[in-house]
Every structure is written in structure tokens, then in C-alpha cells.
């Protein structure tokens, strides 16, 4: 047997998949984004010049595509929001801002444990040119509202923290790298201490209690902002109040890629476990300009990782209002010699929306067992008899009732 790669799933009934992608294309047109789609394949230099070289999506968790000879550096996307900026650049969009939408698969070359996958899905939701701070509160209600009053979810927690302007952050690096190089700092771990070296924010991402501990004492970056972004950030957080969004600062949020600026945030459930956050986004007021375009816009954006909000949803969705089954008929020609009679029945009925299965192979028993199992409302038998009088015999499989009825009024009566 050929396993699925590791890392891969497969899906086997999508009804509550398609249920949140349903849900969520309705919920973004009421805030008037429009859906969009790109290719699953970017040059691995979208990524490298958007999330940052030393990311660990960047260093360790590419897929690379092996071009061969034609030596094209191509990847699948890790992410869709370089790739909506790209695309934005790239299609000349002058509507501004923005406002759009896609969801589609993604690749991460992680090691997989519960809710973290190599192949995963994201809705990713971004507005490219807005400089507006109200924008952010809007994007988040946009997204809490959506989990708690269309998915009715409850246990969970929106995190947020505001990583300042990049003159900001340059100052700060500055404050933190004395911190970490100093002696409150001597205990952290390995690799905390590289991080300092190479992506110096990143180190309030690990794990290990002992650097969390002292990470507590560290200065943080909210404490040191500019004056304009401390009044933005007060803004957010006013706003957010108004909105009625419950919100909890965290300190040590700083997210795993490069592009944020400002605010950032992430809503987090202890139903996860380890990988707790179930969508992620923040402000990228420069990556037009580092991707390419010659005037930079303002952006923020998020994705929500299905997989993740699946598993929160499992445990919850006899509350949601999920498609019911259509009713269905099944067709049970007696022999060959009523398959021709079975394929024209259904085709007609199927004409007029009916959903209609045949069952051509095993005992008459057998086939009414199957059927029953399949939930059939009606099973339409066809045999020598009905066949030379043009008729079929249709038993009710809830009140046993049954009933010869000619051929050309089946769909009538079915549809009564
Ligand atoms: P991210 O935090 O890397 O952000 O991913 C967003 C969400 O995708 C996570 O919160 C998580 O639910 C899900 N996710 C990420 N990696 C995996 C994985 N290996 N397996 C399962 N689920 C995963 C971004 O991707 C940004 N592009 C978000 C954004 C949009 N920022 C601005 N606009």
C-alpha cells in the first residue's frame, strides 16, 4: 500500500469544511470583500523577501520544487499573503483599499502533531491600502464575530499586542539585545540565544518555561513606542472596547513573520493544546513597497487555519445549522435486462432535482438492506412486470407502503 505523505490528510466528509467556507463568504461579502484566487506555485523569492530570510518558514520549512535543468526557483506557498500582495502589484489594482479574500491550501515543511500539518488550509482575508487604526478594529470584530456568533464558538481568546513603526522596532531591538545579552538574560536556552543574533523578537516564541520566565522581565515593546503610535495603539484598544471585542494584551506576541508592524494578534483556544492559535494576522504597512510597487500601502490582514478551527468545531457543531441530507430515491432493477429502463428512470428524475441512486448488483434482500442503510426515502423497484406495463413499484422505506404507479407519472408522485 502507498501511504499519504506525512504530514497530508484526507478528507473524508467535507459537509463542516464547506459549511465554514460557505459561512465565511457570506459573512466577508456583508463587508464587502471580494474573493479572489492565486496559484498554489510562487517564486521561492516572494517568500524569502516577504516573511524574512531567517524565518523559520523560510530556513527550514520550504517546499521547494526541483525544476530540473530549467533551474526555476519555485515553491509551494507556505502563506497567501505575499501572494495577494504580488498579485496586487502585479495586476496594477488601483481600487484602494483592497478588500479581498481566498482560502486554498498551504505547505510547511513542520513536524506534524495535532493541529499542525504540512498541508493545511487557510481563509486569508487582507485590506492593501488602509492607514487607518480604525481599520484594525474593524478586521478584528469582523473576525470575532464570525467565530462567536456564526460558528457560536466561546472558549477561546483573542491576544493582542502592538509592535510600533519600524523606527520604533529599530530602537527597541537595541533595548532588548542589552536585555538578552545582560545578566537577567544568562539562563535562556541555545537557541534563544542565536535568535538574538539573527531574528532578535522572535526569541519570546519559545517554549522552554525556563526563557519564559525571564522573558516576563523583559522590556517590552508596547511600553516603547513613538508618541503617534502609542495613540494608535490606545485606539485600537478603545475601539475594540467599543466594539465589544474581549481582548487580552500580550506582551510577547510578536508573530513568526517578518512583514508586521503594529498591531498584531491571534486567537488562541486551550481546546488546541500546543498549537493553540487557530487564526493569526497584523499590520504590513511595507511590504507593497519591499515587494516591488512604487508607493508603499498601508495593510492588515489574517488567516484563519481551517484544520485548527475544524477541531474546535467538531466538538460543538450539533448547534450549527449544517445541511441536512436531501431525500433519496433508489432504483432496483430486478435483472440486466431492466438496466437500460433503471437509466432512463433515473436520468428523468434527476432532471427534475431528484437525487437518485441505482443499486444494480446483489439480491433483491440485500439491495433493500443497502438501501435502508443509505437513508432511501423511496426505493423504485423494476421488474419484468413493471417493465412490460410500464410501470414501477414504489415502497416508502419509513411507512412500508407500497405501490405500483405507471412510469411517466413517477416524478409527480415523488415529488408530492
Ligand atoms: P500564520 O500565523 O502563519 O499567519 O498562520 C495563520 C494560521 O494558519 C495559524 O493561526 C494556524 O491556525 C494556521 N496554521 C499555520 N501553520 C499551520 C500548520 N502547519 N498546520 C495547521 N495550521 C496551520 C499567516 O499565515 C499570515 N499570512 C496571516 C496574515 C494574513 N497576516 C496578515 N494577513
Redesign the pocket.
Known sequence: MISRVKGTQDFLDLTLFNFVINQIKKHLATYHFTEIATPIIEPVDLFKRSLGIYTD?VTKEMFLIDTGERKEKICLRP???ASTVRAFIENNIQQIPWKVFSHGP?F?Y?RPQK????Q?H?I???IIGSRAMAQDSQLIKMIDRFFHEILQLNNYALHINFLGCFDDRKVYRELLKDFLEGPKAAGICDRCKERTQRNIMRTFDCKNPQCQSIYRNAPFIADNLCKACDQEWQHVQNDLALLAVSHAYNPTLV???DY?NKTVF?FVSPQLGA?D??????R?DQLVGQLGAKEDQPS??????I??LLLLLEQCKDKLPLPTLPSLQVIIPMSDAQYSLALLLADTLQAYDLVVDILFEGSLKSRMRKANKMGATYVLILGQEEQEAKEVTVKHMVTGEEKRIAQVNVVDYLKK
Open positions: 518558514v502563506e497567501a499573503t498551504m510547511r513542520e493541529g499542525r500539518y504540512r493545511f487557510q486569508t482575508i487582507e508573530r513568526g513573520l508586521y491571534e498549537q492559535a487557530f487564526c493569526g494576522g497584523g504590513y492588515i490582514g489574517a488567516a484563519i487555519g484544520e485548527r
